[in-house]
């Protein structure tokens, strides 16, 4: 405390103080770029986002002064624990958080709180150094500085400095993004400046490419417009766009056979991040997914292996939107985030007068405002909270088995759909139950972990399996298998993670197949449709294709860049990027109820069963 006293705070210490709050301000905020890795290919560009950050995080303390004398160090504490938590966000969804996942706070659960606190790093705690440091300085130097007045001039004068600095950066940002776009022919080098303005507001699909874009404030305060329109403007959808969306099916292309029974039963097991790369994988012959290999090899099995992954922010969430709905996610904000009461399409809602409906999941409902989403899809009941309290690697075993045994007992026909747990990232932790899998030798740890978890949910799987073949209800009912999402590419070895997902029909009724071209994660529920037998008894069949009677060859990537071949068929890509335009509207829209009763589908949402 002397020695700050004695050679920190000077005849000029109210200057030297503020010195101190900058410089501990740009510390913070450069920590938190390197860390999550924007430092900007170049210096200057690197202190284009540290400056206006800085202004921001001590612009108050000045105008407030001496009433902002706590300020500067409250407001770096908060903006430590905020950059904190957004560093586990991104070490986990590969994203940062925004006002809309905010909102999803409050559905946090162990799962989750697992997943981020086993991906903490040592030097995230750098972060808590800058508010101590202008604490110290702070309170040790106030005795020396509490009568020191700034005046008005002075003030106006800093405001103007800051607005200046905040002004270059926004156009270095401006130039250098348009300088990029024009070099990928995103647009002309003769484009309007109301053109370059409005594709770079709208060129968005990740939040962590708008710090980027605007910088940290700059992105907050756009996402904070953002929200505020979607929930104060929802618009309506247009009685043309609904018209687009009735006929939308094009039954004019037919390549095989579909199935011909009708009122099946269907089983959906919603795996949580399956890779293709896993069920493939062996060493000495041995499968890490034996169970799983077989079933796809069965006479009556249909199998697609190359399944590119559509999901956005909501990763889980947005792969139940597309299987239960046919919608493809929204580009930004997840749909259980902005809209999760719906009412959305989905074979629970068109089949309500003759079939049963499940969801069968194994955490809390609350997590990803499940409890909302259940009703959305028109599920009569949800069982939950089957396996919350399990190890992650159990979870899967106790699912299916209490699966079965709600399955076991309910009336026919039915819809039931389980979303599965025991492959959740991160691959940190190693499992308790180790197979010959950790044994194998040059495989890195998280690999093997995650191997691990696949195989006691290939076990899982197995066992339901084999047990409902000994039911009578067997005979008519297929067993969808399918992967949510890819797992995160940060969370294993590149030889794991070629982002090809799975997608597998047992007991199709129809001669089996194994296909391994291009298709999307928007091409199941309309496959489903079709394999349960439905194609021209229900009136939505969702924005993808059935696969059962055109593949493909290409999908539409949540960030807008094709996977597969690019050129096979430009007026279906013209076609799906159309579909993703209205799936964003139909999930913004405040007229969903008329969009269903335009299509002829049940919009009720009914109240809770006594299981939920």
Same mark, same amino acid.
């Given at each position: 405390?002397?020695?700050?006293?004695?050679?920190?705070?000077?005849?000029?210490?109210?200057?030297?103080?503020?010195?101190?709050?900058?410089?501990?301000?740009?510390?913070?905020?450069?920590?938190?770029?390197?860390?999550?890795?924007?430092?900007?290919?170049?210096?200057?560009?690197?202190?284009?986002?540290?400056?206006?950050?800085?202004?921001?995080?001590?612009?108050?303390?000045?105008?407030?002064?001496?009433?902002?004398?706590?300020?500067?160090?409250?407001?770096?504490?908060?903006?430590?624990?905020?950059?904190?938590?957004?560093?586990?966000?991104?070490?986990?969804?590969?994203?940062?958080?925004?006002?809309?996942?905010?909102? #999803?706070?409050?559905?946090?659960?162990?799962?989750?709180?697992?997943?981020?606190?086993?991906?903490?790093?040592?030097?995230?705690?750098?972060?808590?150094?800058?508010?101590?440091?202008?604490?110290?300085?702070?309170?040790?130097?106030?005795?020396?500085?509490?009568?020191?007045?700034?005046?008005?001039?002075?003030?106006?004068?800093?405001?103007?400095?800051?607005?200046?600095?905040?002004?270059?950066?926004?156009?270095?940002?401006?130039?250098?993004?348009?300088?990029?776009?024009?070099?990928?022919?995103?647009?002309?080098?003769?484009?309007?400046?109301?053109?370059?303005?409005?594709?770079?507001?709208?060129?968005?699909?990740?939040?962590? %490419?708008?710090?980027?874009?605007?910088?940290?404030?700059?992105?907050?305060?756009?996402?904070?417009?953002?929200?505020?329109?979607?929930?104060?403007?929802?618009?309506?959808?247009?009685?043309?766009?609904?018209?687009?969306?009735?006929?939308?099916?094009?039954?004019?292309?037919?390549?095989?056979?579909?199935?011909?029974?009708?009122?099946?039963?269907?089983?959906?097991?919603?795996?949580?991040? #399956?890779?293709?790369?896993?069920?493939?994988?062996?060493?000495?012959?041995?499968?890490?997914?034996?169970?799983?290999?077989? #079933?796809?090899?069965?006479?009556? %099995?249909?199998?697609?292996?190359?399944?590119?992954?559509?999901?956005?922010?909501?990763?889980?969430?947005?792969?139940? #939107?597309?299987?239960?709905?046919?919608?493809?996610?929204?580009?930004?904000?997840?749909?259980?985030?902005?809209?999760?009461?719906?009412?959305?399409?989905?074979?629970?809602?068109?089949?309500?007068?003759?079939?049963?409906?499940?969801?069968?999941?194994?955490?809390?409902?609350?997590?990803?405002?499940?409890?909302?989403?259940?009703?959305?899809?028109?599920?009569?009941?949800?069982?939950?909270?089957?396996?919350?309290?399990?190890?992650?690697?159990?979870?899967?075993?106790?699912?299916? %088995?209490?699966?079965?045994?709600?399955?076991?007992?309910?009336?026919?026909?039915?819809?039931?759909?389980?979303?599965?747990?025991?492959?959740?990232?991160?691959?940190?932790?190693?499992?308790?139950?180790?197979?010959?899998?950790? *044994?194998?030798?040059?495989?890195?740890?998280?690999?093997?972990?995650?191997?691990?978890?696949?195989?006691?949910?290939?076990?899982?799987?197995?066992?339901?399996?084999?047990?409902?073949?000994?039911?009578?209800?067997?005979?008519?009912?297929?067993?969808?298998?399918? %992967?949510?999402?890819?797992?995160?590419?940060?969370?294993?070895?590149?030889?794991?993670?070629?982002?090809?997902?799975?997608?597998?029909?047992?007991?199709?009724?129809?001669?089996?197949?194994?296909?391994?071209?291009?298709?999307?994660?928007?091409?199941?529920?309309?496959?489903?449709?079709?394999?349960?037998?439905?194609?021209?008894?229900?009136?939505?069949?969702?924005?993808?294709?059935?696969?059962?009677?055109?593949?493909?060859?290409?999908?539409?990537?949540?960030?807008?860049?094709?996977?597969?071949?690019?050129?096979?068929?430009?007026?279906?890509?013209?076609?799906? *990027?159309?579909?993703?335009?209205?799936?964003?509207?139909?999930?913004?829209?405040?007229?969903?109820?008329?969009?269903?009763? /335009?299509?002829?589908?049940? /919009?009720?949402?009914?109240?809770?069963?006594?299981?939920?």
């Amino acid at each position: 405390m002397r020695f700050l006293q004695n050679h920190i705070i000077t005849k000029k210490s109210l200057l030297t103080l503020f010195a101190v709050y900058f410089i501990s301000a740009l510390t913070l905020v450069a920590t938190f770029l390197i860390v999550i890795g924007i430092p900007g290919p170049h210096l200057f560009t690197f202190i284009s986002y540290l400056l206006p950050e800085a202004i921001f995080l001590t612009l108050p303390a000045i105008l407030f002064w001496p009433k902002g004398k706590y300020l500067t160090p409250a407001i770096l504490t908060f903006a430590a624990i905020f950059f904190f938590v957004n560093i586990l966000y991104f070490r986990n969804f590969h994203d940062l958080i925004t006002f809309s996942t905010l909102r #999803l706070c409050t559905t946090v659960d162990s799962i989750i709180l697992r997943s981020a606190l086993s991906s903490i790093k040592w030097y995230d705690f750098i972060l808590f150094i800058p508010p101590a440091i202008t604490a110290v300085t702070g309170f040790t130097a106030f005795n020396k500085v509490a009568s020191t007045r700034i005046s008005g001039k002075a003030k106006i004068t800093v405001l103007i400095i800051s607005a200046i600095i905040l002004s270059l950066s926004q156009y270095k940002h401006f130039r250098d993004f348009t300088i990029y776009s024009i070099s990928r022919g995103h647009f002309p080098k003769d484009a309007t400046l109301s053109e370059k303005i409005g594709f770079m507001l709208q060129n968005s699909v990740f939040f962590y %490419s708008d710090i980027t874009r605007y910088g940290i404030s700059g992105a907050y305060l756009i996402d904070a417009w953002h929200v505020y329109d979607i929930i104060a403007d929802a618009d309506a959808m247009s009685a043309e766009e609904i018209n687009v969306i009735k006929n939308w099916h094009d039954s004019g292309h037919r390549t095989s056979e579909s199935g011909t029974l009708r009122q099946k039963n269907l089983i959906m097991i919603i795996v949580e991040s #399956l890779n293709t790369t896993a069920c493939e994988w062996s060493s000495d012959n041995r499968k890490a997914m034996p169970s799983l290999n077989r #079933l796809i090899s069965d006479s009556t %099995s249909i199998s697609f292996t190359s399944v590119c992954p559509q999901v956005g922010n909501g990763r889980s969430s947005d792969g139940q #939107l597309m299987y239960n709905t046919g919608l493809y996610p929204s580009p930004s904000d997840p749909m259980c985030a902005i809209s999760p009461e719906g009412p959305y399409p989905s074979l629970p809602r068109m089949l309500r007068d003759s079939y049963r409906s499940i969801e069968i999941i194994p955490e809390n409902p609350r997590l990803w405002n499940h409890v909302f989403t259940s009703k959305a899809y028109g599920f009569r009941e949800m069982r939950h909270t089957l396996a919350d309290d399990a190890p992650v690697i159990e979870a899967d075993s106790i699912l299916l %088995s209490k699966a079965y045994n709600i399955i076991s007992g309910m009336q026919e026909p039915f819809i039931a759909v389980i979303t599965t747990l025991s492959m959740h990232d991160p691959y940190i932790q190693t499992s308790p139950a180790k197979t010959w899998i950790s *044994q194998v030798p040059d495989i890195v740890d998280t690999d093997k972990n995650y191997l691990e978890a696949c195989a006691a949910f290939d076990k899982a799987l197995g066992t339901f399996v084999a047990r409902m073949r000994q039911t009578q209800k067997w005979e008519n009912t297929i067993v969808v298998i399918v %992967s949510d999402h890819e797992a995160r590419r940060m969370c294993l070895s590149p030889s794991m993670s070629d982002d090809r997902l799975i997608f597998t029909i047992l007991n199709s009724g129809l001669p089996g197949f194994t296909n391994d071209d291009t298709v999307g994660q928007i091409d199941v529920f309309p496959t489903i449709v079709d394999a349960i037998g439905l194609w021209d008894s229900v009136t939505w069949h969702g924005f993808g294709k059935s696969l059962l009677r055109e593949i493909p060859g290409f999908a539409l990537r949540h960030d807008g860049s094709i996977a597969g071949n690019a050129m096979s068929d430009t007026a279906g890509i013209a076609k799906q *990027q159309r579909a993703a335009e209205l799936s964003y509207k139909w999930i913004v829209a405040d007229n969903k109820r008329d969009i269903l009763d /335009s299509l002829g589908i049940d /919009s009720t949402i009914l109240p809770p069963s006594a299981t939920d």
